[in-house]
């Protein structure tokens, strides 16, 4: 099992910038990818960015690319989700997610929430216009 715990979330407003943290602990050996993902009210869960554990390759979502930026500590087995120039639309529950693969590229498919098999409790961050 892994357990993962986000911090960092709070209310800004619109332009601010704001850092996400994700602690991972327990059996991190042989984590493969740490993602982020984002639910708002009455949307489904939404992928917005992952990173490799290995190599710290990373790819974004639609909505995260040139104003968010994913990084990776392994010696705090952490994960950091940076967040520049926030809109309003940006408003969500922000969660960390980790799975472990054999891959050494990312398939397509870990922009799913399903095909990840650990989550954290999520971390709200509201962005007043």
């Known amino acids: 099992q892994v357990q993962l715990v986000e911090s960092g979330g709070g209310l800004v407003q619109a332009g601010d910038s704001v850092r996400l943290s994700c602690a991972a602990s327990g059996r991190t050996r042989g984590t493969s990818f740490m993602g982020w993902f984002r639910q708002a009210p009455g949307k489904e869960r939404e992928f917005v960015a992952l990173?490799?554990?290995?190599?710290?390759?990373?790819q974004y979502g639609v909505s995260a690319r040139g104003r968010f930026t994913i990084s990776r500590d392994g010696a705090k087995n952490s994960v950091y989700l940076q967040m520049n120039s926030l809109k309003p639309e940006d408003t969500a529950v922000y969660y960390c997610a980790a799975t472990s693969t054999s891959y050494n590229y990312i398939p397509s498919r870990y922009v799913r929430p399903d095909t990840y098999a650990y989550w954290g409790q999520g971390t709200q961050v509201t962005v007043s216009s």
């Open positions: 990173i490799t554990w290995t190599n710290s390759t990373a």
